[in-house]
């Protein structure tokens, strides 16, 4: 499980209960922002976050491609901001309790159980539960998760002040890590398993020019090694097979994401990662249920794409409580 930066007092308020216009499961840019237009525009919203709320997008350090921003701003400062827009208008946030099932009853009516045994009712319910960095599953991985393997450099960097590091994946989470791994550490190793790093060409020249930063590509880490903590990594060279291991303090994988489905893999239509298929209109095949966001197939996982995804499901929402009204 992806470690989150969690506040050193968290915060769960109480919902008021009764019937809710709009229950949001995640708290990430697609649910908050959908939880800004939506209570704005007044109806009733419950945002509940297994973790703490922001996402992924709060776990980077630094976002310079979210509009508005020219010099950048810092993952968390901008989920913040978020939460506090969407609390301004009334929206309900209930952090530290993981949905477990989506029950649709009848048409305008969703129950949503929790895993402390809470159970919610709300006339729509928008999945933005967004993805989870994938695993390698190679020897090592697991067994030191948390002493030397980590999936957030923005959370353990610190840690590896003039050490060794390695970087599994030279995707843009990759290299956008990567650069935060170079302020701390006395060199970076970078992996990636094709023979070109599919990152943004303005990532690529920042990281792959570093004089701390050497890259290997077309390659596939078979071991992490260590004792009680890590020592080195394995990795072979696909076009001769030949074996290299290299020194390492620290190992941070970037391989792409799992959207967080498995609770409604029987209720909504999947495709074949498990991402979440939908309409323009951020509809699912189930009435009243949507979806946005990083867990939506098709999406683009930016911040940006979330944002306008949550602001669209709010707009179809705002659509369906009209129509529900209409026939009562």
């Not at 729509?124 to 020897?139: C, D, F, R, Y």
Request: charged fraction near 30%.
């Amino acid at each position: 499980m992806f470690d989150f930066k969690v506040a050193e007092e968290p915060r769960k308020e109480a919902p008021s209960g009764g019937l809710y216009d709009y229950i949001i499961i995640g708290a990430g840019p697609a649910g908050l922002s959908s939880a800004i237009y939506a209570a704005r525009d007044g109806m009733k919203v419950l945002v509940l976050e297994k973790e703490v709320v922001g996402g992924l997008a709060a776990t980077t350090e630094l976002i310079e491609n979210y509009p508005g921003f020219p010099e950048g701003i810092a993952g968390e400062e901008l989920m913040e901001r978020m939460r506090k827009q969407a609390e301004r208008f009334g929206t309900e946030i209930v952090e530290f309790d993981e949905v477990t099932k989506v029950e649709p009853v009848k048409k305008g009516l969703i129950r949503v159980h929790t895993a402390e045994g809470e159970t919610y009712e709300g006339k729509v319910v928008l999945l933005a539960t967004g993805s989870q960095p994938k695993h390698l599953g190679i020897p090592g991985e697991e067994e030191f998760y948390g002493r030397g393997v980590s999936y957030c450099a923005t959370c353990d960097g610190p840690l590896y002040k003039g050490k060794r590091v390695v970087v599994i994946g030279c995707g843009n989470s990759g290299l956008q890590e990567g650069q935060n791994l170079l302020n701390y550490a006395s060199e970076v190793t970078f992996i990636e398993f094709l023979d070109h790093s599919p990152a943004e060409k303005i990532l690529q020249e920042r990281v792959m020019n570093h004089p701390k930063a050497t890259c290997y590509f077309n390659s596939q880490v078979v071991e992490i090694k260590g004792d009680e903590k890590v020592t080195a990594v394995v990795f072979k060279d696909r076009a001769t097979g030949e074996l290299k291991e290299i020194p390492a303090d620290g190992v941070f994988i970037y391989v792409g994401y799992k959207p967080d489905t498995e609770f409604v893999k029987d209720l909504v239509e999947l495709n074949r990662w498990g991402y979440i298929k939908t309409d323009e209109k951020m509809r699912t095949k189930v009435e009243g249920v949507l979806a946005a966001g990083d867990v939506r197939a098709d999406n683009l996982a930016q911040v940006t794409v979330a944002v306008s995804d949550g602001c669209k499901a709010a707009m179809t929402t705002r659509e369906y409580l009209a129509e529900l009204k209409s026939e009562a």
